[in-house]
């Protein structure tokens, strides 16, 4: 049995907003890059140009890589063999939020109900999803996720007879639908099966694996492909001003479902996909 202090945990979310906020992975940097050099249309080509040259000086000054510095989701993998000692870890979670958006000085985003839309002032509370692994390690992944393209987002209950075809059709429409609005180049994260809350949960956990990473099952990530391909057709192209290139990436990730049910969750992501994993 392993024992952790929630204050490293605290401690790692705080500095891993920070990273987040200011530093593309470098799987999103590498995508980028290769999409200025096989984009065909000069003004998407100089757009790509502009995005990667904000990442560089996002990057060397620690400036925020967008000025909306989004809603924080917070995944962490708890090893079964660890024991959290020392607090709640919820409540460090949303402490080191609060203290890494303080020391990063980022826009708050939050608000205290949906309804009244009082700022909470420090972005706080954080979305916190626990999942218990193996091992005695603790994996954190922060996710901050600007609300351009979150409210873009779409889920459909399909019928089973709609099958692929119309899982295919909802996902490209969504991206059709969003045009503009998520800040493309994008990232597309699709989830299927489960039940509704599954399904949206595996949209967004999608967009936590890298874009140079294929789904293992071959036959998943030729669905990938294939979506992927029917969503640079569609022409939009960076910032909507048209192009070749309208998405990086498309990730997908099943689960069982009902038989009578064909659950179907799309989430997008702007080219500023931020995220930083730490393990302790």
């Not at 003004?43 to 925020?64: D, S």
């Not at 609060?98 to 420090?122: C, Q």
């Not at 295919?168 to 989830?191: D, H, L, M, Y």
């Not at 809350?197 to 956990?205: G, H, M, V, W």
Request: glycine share 8%.
């Amino acid at each position: 049995m392993r024992i952790v202090d929630v204050e490293k945990i605290k401690e790692a979310v705080s500095k891993a907003v920070i990273t987040a906020n200011t530093q593309l992975p470098a799987d999103v940097l590498e995508g980028l890059q290769k999409a200025r050099d096989l984009e065909t249309v000069p003004r998407a080509r100089r757009l790509l140009e502009i995005i990667l040259e904000n990442a560089r000086q996002a990057q060397e000054e620690g400036m925020p890589l967008c000025q909306d510095t989004g809603l924080v989701t917070v995944h962490i993998e708890l090893g079964q063999e660890v024991h959290l000692d020392g607090g709640n870890v919820y409540q460090a979670i949303n402490q080191g939020v609060r203290e890494g958006y303080k020391a990063g000085y980022f826009r708050a985003s939050m608000v205290k109900d949906p309804l009244n839309r009082i700022n909470t002032g420090d972005n706080t509370p954080a979305i916190v999803h626990l999942e218990l692994t193996d091992g005695e390690e603790v994996v954190i992944t922060v996710f901050p996720k600007g609300a351009g393209s979150e409210n873009m987002s779409r889920t459909a209950m399909l019928k089973p007879a709609e099958g692929w075809a119309g899982a295919r059709q909802f996902v490209v429409e969504t991206v059709r639908i969003a045009n503009a609005n998520p800040c493309p180049p994008i990232i597309v994260g699709v989830g299927m099966g489960g039940n509704l809350e599954k399904a949206c949960f595996l949209a967004k956990k999608a967009l936590l694996r890298p874009i140079n990473r294929p789904h293992p099952d071959p036959k998943i990530a030729e669905k990938e492909a294939e979506l992927l391909q029917a969503i640079n057709q569609l022409g939009i192209g960076p910032q909507g001003l048209g192009g070749d290139i309208t998405a990086l990436a498309v990730n997908m990730e099943v689960y069982p479902t009902h038989i009578a049910s064909l659950p179907v969750a799309v989430s997008l992501n702007c080219h500023s996909t931020r995220r930083a994993v730490v393990k302790i």
